[in-house]
């Protein structure tokens, strides 16, 4: 069924793909990421920032390298089923969906609670089953009208996001203590990579993204400008954003767990300030929200056109041609998922997972490569062919290897769900 992404409308250019993978990128991590930086390594934080960017930047050559050499819809896992075969792809495609729906779970329940503090009535298990919903069935709305509304979106509630982060910096710079930013000492290398494996998490949501590539205009020059644009944008900001807290609060920023940002925005600007980050905050929750409900869903599309799922979820909207019942499938699995009272309890799949997932995909840029894959046009050349794959791949495993056993039992533990879908998806094609 790979002939139903020709129904589809290639409308993402360059602009509304930056937008988004900004969007998915900058989520709420970046709120509170700056205090644990500071507690692993103190004034020599931006080292942490230097690694994590230096690996997305090996990372985003590969993804560059594969989305302008595959242009199917569902991203990392069409990459991937490209390169290996549908039943590792498959597996990969159920990791992938497990970690976004989790997450995006997770960050509409955050939400929801945040919508409760000025909103009183949404603090009740109905109200919150009420704004969740609400939420979900205007997205899905946007959506299921066509690719345009929801980019556009998209693009809307990322400059809105960027607002309170621009103003805190940029007010900020003013006040910063010189002394606050001298480092005492030069942390060691195991330091640093348990501090990265933490902080990875703010650069993740490139694979959300990249879902919609059958939507995308010119894959092989749009993918690529726009993952370096991005990853040049997030990286700027991310490392101002942490230098001008860490000069305003010192060694006192550590303290700031819950809201370090918030914290720092107050010194400046007094509680006008602080009440701008945390209402940044909630905005920046919607907009993931708003981002995963746009590219998601294209991976429920993806599973159906090539039979892993059930086909009707391939089907494309007559009037709207967008994948409309992936939407409204993806949406209320969310919803019920979020509206769930236990599942604020359940631990969402973490960077393991995601670097994981991440490291087969650097792999399929490899194969994709070896064999030549062509898709979409001429494919974008890697500087240094082959050896970004695999510096990229050396790099995820050494921070693999700073991970806690706990983080990978829960990896494991993912891993075996996806690997029991595929059983059954065998079993029942026997």
């Given at each position: 069924?790979?002939?139903?992404?020709?129904?589809?409308?290639?409308?993402?250019?360059?602009?509304?793909?930056?937008?988004?993978?900004?969007?998915?990128?900058?989520?709420?991590?970046?709120?509170?990421?700056?205090?644990?930086?500071?507690?692993?390594?103190?004034?020599?934080?931006?080292?942490?920032y230097l690694v994590c960017a230096v690996l997305m930047a090996l990372i985003?050559?590969?993804?560059?390298?594969?989305?302008?050499?595959?242009?199917?819809?569902?991203?990392?896992?069409?990459?991937?089923?490209?390169?290996?075969?549908?039943?590792?792809?498959?597996?990969?495609?159920?990791?992938?969906?497990?970690?976004?729906?989790?997450?995006?779970?997770?960050?509409?329940?955050?939400?929801?609670?945040?919508?409760?503090?000025?909103?009183?009535?949404?603090?009740?298990?109905?109200?919150?089953?009420?704004?969740?919903?609400?939420?979900?069935?205007?997205?899905?709305?946007?959506?299921?009208?066509?690719?345009?509304?929801?980019?556009?979106?998209?693009?809307?509630?990322?400059?809105?996001?960027?607002?309170?982060?621009?103003?805190?910096?940029?007010?900020?710079?003013?006040?910063?203590?010189?002394?606050?930013?001298?480092?005492?000492?030069?942390?060691?290398?195991?330091?640093?990579?348990?501090?990265?494996?933490?902080?990875?998490?703010?650069?993740?949501?490139?694979?959300?993204?990249?879902?919609?590539?059958?939507?995308?205009?010119?894959?092989?020059?749009?993918?690529?400008?726009?993952?370096?644009?991005?990853?040049?944008?997030?990286?700027?900001?991310?490392?101002?954003?942490?230098?001008?807290?860490?000069?305003?609060?010192?060694?006192?920023?550590?303290?700031?767990?819950?809201?370090?940002?918030?914290?720092?925005?107050?010194?400046?600007?007094?509680?006008?300030?602080?009440?701008?980050?945390?209402?940044?905050?909630?905005?920046?929750?919607?907009?993931?929200?708003?981002?995963?409900?746009?590219?998601?869903?294209?991976?429920?599309?993806?599973?159906?056109?090539?039979?892993?799922?059930?086909?009707?979820?391939?089907?494309?909207?007559?009037?709207?041609?967008?994948?409309?019942?992936?939407?409204?499938?993806?949406?209320?699995?969310?919803?019920?998922?979020?509206?769930?009272?236990?599942?604020?309890?359940?631990?969402?799949?973490?960077?393991?997972?995601?670097?994981?997932?991440?490291?087969?995909?650097?792999?399929?840029?490899?194969?994709?490569?070896?064999?030549?894959?062509?898709?979409?046009?001429?494919?974008?050349?890697?500087?240094?062919?082959?050896?970004?794959?695999?510096?990229?791949?050396?790099?995820?495993?050494?921070?693999?290897?700073?991970?806690?056993?706990?983080?990978?039992?829960?990896?494991?533990?993912?891993?075996?769900?996806?690997?029991?879908?595929?059983?059954?998806?065998?079993?029942?094609?026997?």
């Amino acid at each position: 069924m790979r002939n139903a992404d020709a129904s589809l409308v290639r409308a993402i250019g360059v602009r509304r793909l930056t937008a988004s993978i900004v969007n998915t990128t900058i989520g709420a991590g970046i709120f509170v990421l700056p205090a644990t930086v500071a507690a692993g390594l103190g004034p020599a934080a931006p080292l942490a920032y230097l690694v994590c960017a230096v690996l997305m930047a090996l990372i985003v050559l590969c993804f560059a390298s594969a989305g302008s050499r595959v242009s199917l819809t569902g991203g990392l896992y069409a990459y991937i089923e490209v390169a290996f075969g549908p039943s590792v792809g498959f597996v990969c495609g159920v990791l992938y969906w497990l970690m976004a729906l989790f997450a995006v779970a997770s960050v509409a329940s955050a939400f929801a609670a945040s919508v409760g503090v000025l909103w009183p009535a949404a603090e009740t298990t109905a109200g919150r089953a009420v704004v969740l919903l609400a939420l979900f069935a205007v997205l899905a709305f946007i959506n299921v009208r066509g690719v345009n509304p929801g980019a556009g979106l998209v693009e809307i509630v990322t400059a809105a996001k960027l607002v309170p982060l621009l103003v805190l910096v940029g007010a900020g710079l003013w006040f910063v203590h010189p002394d606050y930013l001298k480092w005492t000492s030069v942390p060691p290398i195991s330091q640093v990579g348990r501090t990265a494996m933490v902080l990875i998490y703010a650069f993740f949501g490139v694979e959300i993204a990249l879902a919609p590539s059958g939507e995308i205009r010119d894959p092989a020059k749009t993918i690529p400008r726009a993952l370096f644009l991005a990853l040049a944008l997030t990286t700027a900001l991310y490392w101002a954003i942490q230098t001008v807290a860490q000069g305003l609060l010192g060694p006192s920023m550590a303290g700031y767990s819950a809201a370090p940002l918030a914290e720092a925005a107050a010194r400046v600007l007094g509680q006008s300030g602080r009440l701008l980050v945390l209402g940044g905050a909630t905005v920046s929750m919607f907009g993931y929200v708003s981002g995963d409900m746009l590219c998601t869903p294209r991976a429920l599309f993806a599973f159906g056109r090539d039979g892993v799922l059930p086909a009707v979820l391939a089907r494309v909207h007559p009037r709207f041609l967008t994948p409309h019942v992936a939407i409204v499938t993806h949406a209320a699995v969310v919803a019920a998922l979020a509206t769930s009272s236990s599942f604020t309890q359940l631990v969402v799949v973490g960077n393991v997972a995601g670097l994981s997932l991440y490291l087969m995909s650097v792999a399929a840029s490899y194969e994709l490569q070896r064999r030549n894959v062509r898709m979409g046009g001429v494919p974008f050349e890697v500087p240094g062919g082959p050896g970004v794959p695999i510096l990229a791949g050396a790099v995820i495993l050494w921070l693999l290897s700073q991970a806690t056993r706990r983080e990978f039992a829960v990896e494991a533990a993912v891993l075996l769900l996806a690997g029991g879908f595929a059983v059954l998806r065998r079993k029942s094609r026997m």
